[in-house]
């Protein structure tokens, strides 16, 4: 199975600073297709997970524009340019390539300080 | 809207059984893949179980593989996973989701709990 890897799993951030976060995959992630199948997902507290990222670097509906992700391969970033109060929570990022199973990474915790 | 209401949660004993269900409403069910996806107590995610949109194609986590079975009926709108053989280690809150390319787990129930105790 794919590992995913993510760091930090814990940061605190000023509002209004950037946030970035790293997942590392164990395979790479480029599928023959040409499309890289890794997903960021945001778990609020209290709710359940909501998809922010597909395919590496593509907002979901309604997510704002102040997320992006990128990477390639087996490297990726999911970054938040200008952190706000309602993007606490965990940050899982996700591969899709080589089902089953789907993996999650270990998650990373973000913080308003 | 979509919605996932996931039912069928509670305490059981280890080697005990439970069913659970997801109802889903706002989009046509069968047209699309769905998962469960559990979330042990204070832990991360992990995914258990795909059925495809007609059911023709399963797919189950090494840890559940043998002892979950994931179902469908397209008639009722309804995702169902039977647990036998429950242990402690499936304690979680379980999860559906939609499952489908290109944004897989784009709408999530709000979960059920499932606890394994004696």
Sequence with gaps: ???????????????????????????????????????WYLQKPGQSPQLL????????????????????GTDFTLKISRVEAEDVGVYYCMQGIHLPPYTFGQGTKLEIK | QVQLVESGGGLVKPGG?????CAASGFTFSDYYMSWIRQAPGKGLEWVSYISS???????????????????????NSLYLQMNSLRAEDTAVYYCARDQPPHPFDYWGQGTLVTVSS
């Design chain 1, 53 to 72: 990222i597909y395919e590496v670097s593509s907002r979901f509906s309604g997510v704002p524009d102040r997320f992006s992700g990128s990477g390639s």
């Design chain 2, 17 to 21: 059984s439970l069913r659970l269900s």
């Design chain 1, 1 to 39: 199975d794919i590992v995913m890897t993510q760091t930090p799993l814990s940061l605190s951030v000023t509002p209004g600073q950037p946030a970035s976060i790293s997942c590392k995959s164990s395979q790479s992630l480029l599928h023959s297709d040409g499309k890289t199948y890794l997903y």
């Design chain 2, 54 to 76: 007609s059911g023709s194609t399963i797919y189950y986590a090494d840890s559940v593989k043998g002892r979950f079975t994931i179902s469908r009926d397209n008639a009722k």
